[in-house]
């Protein structure tokens, strides 16, 4: 298995099969309500159709905030916006089958290239918004290891641990047959539990300033919560970065002319994205994910400018 497809597998939430399969009905029912007759508000003019719909990746957090974001900057702008959540391979089928419009978390060239090859003919790649998706070993950023190198001589520093998440999660996989063979980490008590009890013990040593190693990814809103930095991977045990692209229906570009230009502009930095996430998911501050995006919003006034400005729109 390689190290980004066993990413997706750590940092997925499996749906369950009942629920995958009730999702498959509804996106039937919505393809035969518009072959009965409901059309695409085409406007024959050059410009874009008024209702978007987008599909939310269910677990993918950065897929969540990110397609908020966009429900909200498209309200704004006037869009009448619907969203549905699913798992992901629902989402590029009904994508691909027209039932959404976009999509805002396509991995690749690794972890979603089964669903690009069979589906790609069928979909628009709109874009690459993030290029640095990839798996990680982090320790708190005044700590003195700045290699997996040196963690592997400098293990007493840490405790002699490196704290892990789920025991079948694909970077656990990755840092047991990869990492700690590649680095001599063997000497290292590798600690096995869960994401939110791993989050928990880099809160508490961050905090009370004591030195922590962990497994982590990118994006993740850790980076923004804790000071913290990764562990450079000169032998690339955790395999190389991948980018998150956004997808459109096939005709996407003929139905939204404008919108292709905004969305084709849109990037985030690691800083954006990661405050993005934070007040998302690791916020008692704000009521729910729409809220979130206002408060980012306003701690980032010129965001919808910006963007504007480098879509030329």
Same mark, same amino acid.
């Given at each position: 298995?390689?190290?980004?497809? =066993?990413?997706?597998?750590?940092?997925?939430?499996?749906?369950?099969?009942?629920?995958?399969?009730?999702?498959?009905?509804?996106?039937?029912?919505?393809? =035969?309500?518009?072959?009965?007759?409901?059309?695409?508000?085409?406007?024959?003019? /050059?410009?874009?159709?008024?209702? *978007?719909?987008?599909?939310?990746?269910?677990?993918?957090?950065?897929?969540?905030?990110? =397609?908020?974001?966009?429900?909200?900057?498209?309200?704004? $702008?006037?869009? #009448?916006?619907?969203?549905?959540?699913?798992?992901?391979?629902?989402?590029?089928?009904?994508?691909?089958?027209?039932?959404?419009?976009?999509?805002?978390?396509?991995?690749?060239?690794?972890?979603?290239?089964?669903?690009?090859?069979?589906? %790609?003919?069928?979909?628009?790649?709109?874009? *690459?918004?993030?290029?640095?998706?990839?798996?990680?070993?982090?320790?708190?950023?005044?700590?003195?290891?700045?290699?997996?190198?040196?963690?592997?001589?400098?293990?007493?520093?840490?405790?002699?641990?490196?704290?892990?998440?789920?025991?079948?999660? %694909?970077?656990?996989? *990755?840092?047991?047959?990869?990492?700690?063979?590649?680095?001599?980490?063997?000497?290292?008590?590798?600690?096995?539990?869960?994401?939110?009890?791993?989050?928990? $013990?880099?809160?508490?040593?961050?905090?009370? %300033?004591?030195?922590?190693?962990?497994?982590?990814?990118?994006?993740?809103?850790?980076?923004?919560?804790?000071?913290?930095?990764?562990?450079?991977?000169?032998? /690339?045990?955790?395999?190389?970065?991948?980018?998150?692209?956004?997808? /459109?229906?096939?005709?996407?570009?003929?139905?939204?002319?404008?919108?292709?230009?905004?969305?084709?502009?849109?990037?985030?930095?690691?800083?954006?994205?990661? =405050?993005?996430?934070?007040?998302? +998911?690791?916020? #008692?501050?704000?009521?729910? $994910?729409?809220?979130?995006?206002?408060?980012?919003?306003?701690?980032?006034?010129? +965001?919808?400018?910006?963007?504007?400005?480098?879509?030329?729109?």
């Amino acid at each position: 298995m390689t190290p980004a497809l =066993s990413r997706s597998t750590a940092r997925r939430r499996t749906v369950a099969a009942a629920a995958a399969a009730v999702l498959g009905l509804t996106l039937a029912a919505c393809a =035969s309500d518009a072959d009965a007759g409901a059309t695409p508000d085409a406007t024959g003019d /050059g410009s874009d159709e008024t209702k *978007v719909s987008i599909g939310i990746p269910s677990g993918w957090d950065e897929g969540i905030a990110v =397609s908020h974001l966009w429900q909200a900057v498209l309200e704004d $702008e006037g869009y #009448d916006v619907s969203t549905q959540t699913a798992d992901i391979g629902i989402l590029f089928t009904g994508l691909a089958g027209g039932d959404f419009d976009l999509m805002f978390d396509a991995w690749l060239p690794l972890t979603h290239e089964s669903y690009f090859k069979k589906y %790609g003919d069928d979909l628009t790649d709109l874009g *690459v918004w993030y290029d640095d998706a990839k798996l990680t070993i982090a320790v708190n950023e005044d700590s003195p290891a700045q290699t997996l190198e040196d963690l592997a001589t400098m293990g007493d520093a840490y405790g002699n641990r490196l704290v892990g998440i789920e025991a079948g999660a %694909g970077l656990t996989q *990755v840092t047991q047959d990869a990492v700690i063979p590649e680095y001599g980490l063997e000497g290292l008590d590798y600690v096995t539990s869960s994401t939110p009890a791993m989050l928990a $013990e880099l809160k508490g040593a961050t905090d009370a %300033g004591q030195n922590v190693a962990v497994t982590l990814w990118r994006p993740h809103w850790a980076y923004d919560a804790f000071p913290i930095r990764d562990l450079e991977d000169p032998k /690339g045990a955790l395999g190389e970065a991948e980018q998150i692209h956004t997808f /459109g229906s096939g005709d996407f570009e003929e139905r939204y002319p404008t919108l292709t230009k905004l969305v084709g502009a849109f990037t985030l930095t690691d800083e954006q994205l990661f =405050s993005l996430e934070n007040m998302m +998911f690791n916020s #008692d501050e704000h009521a729910d $994910e729409q809220a979130a995006v206002q408060a980012w919003l306003e701690a980032n006034p010129t +965001f919808v400018d910006d963007l504007k400005e480098k879509a030329g729109v």
